[in-house]
C-alpha cells in the first residue's frame, strides 16, 4: 500500500539521520533504497542516465550481483549475464510465466534490473539508452573514503582503495 500511494509521484526524497560514525540511514521504516529486497527493486532514480560506453557493463555486475554472484570477478559476472541473456529477456517480457528470476538471492531486484537490460538491448543503441536503474557498488571502509576524499588525502585515499 505504501507503494501505490506513491505511484503517480514524479520524485520521491527520503530524508536520512546521520550516526556518529558519518553513516547515513534513511528515516521511513519501510519504503526506502536500502530495505527490503522488494523496496530495492521497485525504486528507481527520477533523472535517467544514458549509458555510455560502459553503461552496460555495470548492468550486467548489477544483476549478476543481485542473482549472488556478486564473489565472482567482475569478468565472471559479464560472462555470467551473457549466458542466461535469453533468460533475461525472456523473464522480462513475461515475468509470471518465466519465473527463473524467483529463484534468484533478490528476485524484485533481478526482475527489474533483467527488464532493464532487456530494454537496453532492444532500444537498438545501447549507449544512449536512458536508464533510471540504480546499480548497487559496494565499498571497503566507507567512512574512511569519505574522510580521504573530503581532506583531499592522497596518501589516506590510497590505503583505502579509493585512489
Not at 520521491?12 to 527493486?41: E, K, Q, T, V
Not at 533468460?87 to 531486484?109: G, Y
Not at 539508452?129 to 583531499?152: E, I, K, P
Request: glycine share 8%.
Amino acid at each position: 500500500n505504501i507503494a501505490q500511494s506513491f505511484k503517480n509521484v514524479d520524485s520521491l526524497y527520503f530524508p536520512h539521520n546521520i550516526d556518529f560514525r558519518g553513516r547515513a540511514y534513511p528515516i521511513p521504516p519501510h519504503l526506502n533504497h536500502m530495505g527490503a529486497d522488494i523496496s530495492r527493486g521497485i525504486l528507481e532514480f527520477s533523472e535517467g542516465r544514458a549509458l555510455g560506453p560502459n553503461g552496460m557493463y555495470w548492468l550486467k555486475v548489477h544483476l549478476a550481483n543481485v542473482m549472488g554472484k556478486d564473489k565472482c570477478t567482475f569478468e565472471e559476472r559479464i560472462e555470467f549475464v551473457d549466458s542466461i541473456v535469453d533468460t533475461v529477456h525472456r523473464c522480462a517480457e513475461d515475468p509470471r510465466n518465466n519465473i527463473e528470476w524467483i529463484q534468484s538471492e533478490n528476485p524484485w531486484q533481478t526482475l527489474a534490473v533483467m527488464k532493464e537490460v532487456s530494454r537496453a538491448f532492444k532500444s537498438g543503441d545501447v549507449e544512449n539508452y536512458v536508464t533510471h536503474c540504480h546499480v548497487h557498488l559496494d565499498g571497503s571502509c566507507n567512512g574512511m573514503q569519505h574522510y580521504a576524499a573530503f581532506g583531499r588525502d592522497a596518501k589516506g585515499a590510497s590505503k583505502v582503495s579509493l585512489a
